[in-house]
């Protein structure tokens, strides 16, 4: 059946880990989702701060998600101590599509790679989804 959906198991522990996990993070946009986001500038009023309406519109959209936590601009290391936090407390699945992700994929209960992007990432998730769309 994963086949069947471009889905690669390369851990099959990924299957027994995967329904204890209680955190799932998202590595960005991309993941969530077609892949293409566009936004290519912001226009706004004079005195209104642009990274301020963006980050904004970021809460908005977080709430209403209902997600509790949002961190945006993440290097690597950053990715990986948040992992590595929220592992403290819940078994943790971190999503990733970039090779900057592969350190976070590896230290979470289970690391699952979007699309076809980097070996890297692939090597250091235990399962692959080759197909990075909603559809």
């Not at 990924?14 to 936004?39: H, M, Q, S, W």
């Not at 936090?85 to 999503?95: R, V, Y």
């Not at 350190?103 to 699952?112: D, E, K, S, W």
């Not at 992007?117 to 998730?125: C, L, Q």
Request: with cysteine.
């Amino acid at each position: 059946m994963a086949a069947k959906r471009s889905i690669i198991i390369k851990d099959p522990t990924v299957l027994e880990r995967l329904p204890n996990c209680r955190v799932a993070i998202f590595d960005k946009t991309g993941t969530l989702t077609y892949g293409k986001p566009t936004l290519t500038e912001i226009i706004t009023k004079e005195g209104v701060d642009a990274n301020f309406l963006l980050q904004s519109e970021v809460k908005y959209l977080g709430d209403l998600l209902n997600l509790s936590e949002i961190h945006a601009s993440q290097t690597p290391q950053q990715k990986l101590e948040i992992v590595r936090s929220e592992m403290k407390h819940d078994a943790t699945l971190f999503m990733g599509d970039g090779i900057n992700d592969a350190p976070a994929l590896t230290a979470a209960t289970v690391g699952i790679a979007f699309g076809q992007f980097s070996n890297v990432t692939a090597e250091a998730a235990g399962a692959v989804i080759m197909d990075n769309s909603l559809r």
